[in-house]
């Protein structure tokens, strides 16, 4: 006997928030589920007898493996994984990335096999009792440590992201929307729990000179990738990480040991880090020359635009999937700031026309991926989906027009305008410039 227990959703317009669907973030909590909604995407129907199905799964029949030395994803789960980027065949580079699939993922850490990379020179496989980082240059005294000296150190652990500067860098001057789904736009972030040692302890037991402004980080890969660091940010939260999401580094994430700065461009989280030279200029490495720097309109460059700026992208929907029929969703996304929390995110279902505030999941934390979700009731008509991140600094996320109209499409680095999907009428999504 099949029990019909869906009511029809009755939809209050106090509960609309925004044009074209877009509920209030309260609605799950409020209406919806007592007044028996389902979600378009939501459970099928069965008969009563079908609860646990016949039973004879092959998997129900027999006890299973033994438990593994180190867990792996399920065999069935084995397609959400990284989109490697290879370095152009007519560019005289061997850097590549392997970028993260923001759309396949939930939550705010990304699992460590996931996170982004990117690497200049490849990834090397150090021997971690032969790996030391070394403080030298203006300190009192030269100092070295390996990775089992820096065990000895109280530790922070905190969340934080790493965006590469390089991230949706197609859509300031690809004429057409990318359509890979998001590794291209969106996939060079990634979140991590890090634990490590504060370089300030590091710096302090070396004795900074009075004079000294910058720190030279240099990085143990073949290109020996360098970078310069204030010494302000140097002494504020950067860090010496060795674990991520409580494990040692992995390779591709600079093992033994990374600099890791919060909020920064992905770049000067030098990875597999050997030296730290103390100075009071900066190195004027390629990586902040013919690298990493802001041509401008009038030809110019900037150099040490460092902090990365306010962003959020939907992750679902997206253009990796389509809407099968009308009814309820949840859209959810990812916010972050290089400056410090998410104070609000809106989301907007007409292209910008109106916009709703989102919720945020929290607690928030500083320079970390923030998840944001609200309900959109889809009535089968087009929309363009769309989120816009303000920071606690009160700075706004750009409409593409106006990043456009500041930057100039000569740009390459920073890109960080709202994001726009749109939905057709039978359901189909794509990457628009809106
Ligand atoms: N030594 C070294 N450090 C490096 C790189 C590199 O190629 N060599 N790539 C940098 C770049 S461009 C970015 S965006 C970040 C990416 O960090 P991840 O690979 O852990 O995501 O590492 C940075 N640190
Ligand atoms: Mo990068």
Redesign the pocket.
């Known amino acids: 006997m099949t029990q019909e227990t869906k009511k029809t959703l009755v939809v209050d317009a106090t509960d609309q928030a925004a044009g074209n669907g877009l509920m209030s973030r309260r609605f799950f909590l409020n209406s919806a589920l007592t007044a028996g909604a389902t979600l378009a995407t939501g459970n099928a129907a069965f008969a009563q007898e079908a609860i646990v199905g016949d039973g004879q799964e092959e998997w129900t029949l027999m006890p299973g493996d033994n438990p593994p030395e180190y867990g792996d994803i399920s065999r069935y789960e084995q397609g959400r994984v990284k989109r490697f980027v290879a370095p152009p065949a007519n560019e005289m580079t061997t ?1 590549a990335s392997g970028r993260t699939p923001l759309h396949l993922l939930h939550g705010t850490i990304t699992p460590s096999g996931l ?7 490849g990834i090397p496989e150090i021997d971690p009792d032969k790996h030391n980082v070394v403080i030298h240059g203006m300190v009192k005294q030269p100092l070295k440590w390996d990775v089992e000296a820096l065990e000895n150190y109280p530790t922070i652990t905190r969340q934080y992201f ?5 991230n949706s860098r197609v859509c300031w001057a690809q004429p057409e929307p990318d359509q890979n789904f998001m590794y291209m736009t969106h996939g ?1 972030v ?1 979140g991590s729990e890090w634990t490590g040692v504060p370089l300030s302890t590091l710096l302090d037991e070396a004795g900074v000179s009075p004079d000294a402004k910058w720190i030279i980080a ?4 073949s ?3 360098s ?1 310069s660091i204030p010494l302000d940010k140097a002494m504020d939260d950067t860090m010496v990480a060795i674990y991520q999401n409580g494990e040692r580094l992995r390779p ?3 093992y033994p040991m ?2 890791l700065n919060p909020g920064f ?9 050997r030296s730290l030279y103390v100075t009071d200029k900066p190195v004027m490495s390629r ?1 902040e020359t013919s690298k ?1 720097t802001d041509k401008l309109h009038n030809g110019k460059s900037l150099q040490f635009s460092l902090e990365m700026d306010v962003k959020s992208v939907i992750t679902r929907p997206s253009n990796a999937v389509s809407l099968e029929k009308k009814g309820l969703y949840e859209v959810t996304g990812l916010a972050w700031s290089g400056r410090g929390k998410i104070a609000k995110v809106e989301v907007s279902a007409d292209g910008g026309k109106t916009w709703a505030e989102a919720a945020i999941e929290g607690p928030v934390q500083s320079k970390m991926l923030t998840r944001f979700r609200i309900p959109w009731m889809w009535e089968g008509r087009p929309a363009v989906l769309q989120s816009r991140a303000t920071d606690e600094f009160g700075r706004i996320q750009p409409s593409r027009k106006a990043l456009l109209a500041a930057r100039g499409k000569q740009a390459y680095y920073h890109y960080h305008a709202i994001h726009s999907w749109s939905v057709n009428a039978r359901g189909a999504i794509r990457h628009v410039y809106a």
């Open positions: 850097s996170h982004f990379e990117v690497t200049h020179h790493i965006e590469c500067s390089g060079l990634s240099e990085g143990g890969d290109g020996a990738l970078r591709n994430q600079g990374r600099i461009e992905g770049n000067t989280s030098v990875k597999w880090v990586f990493y």
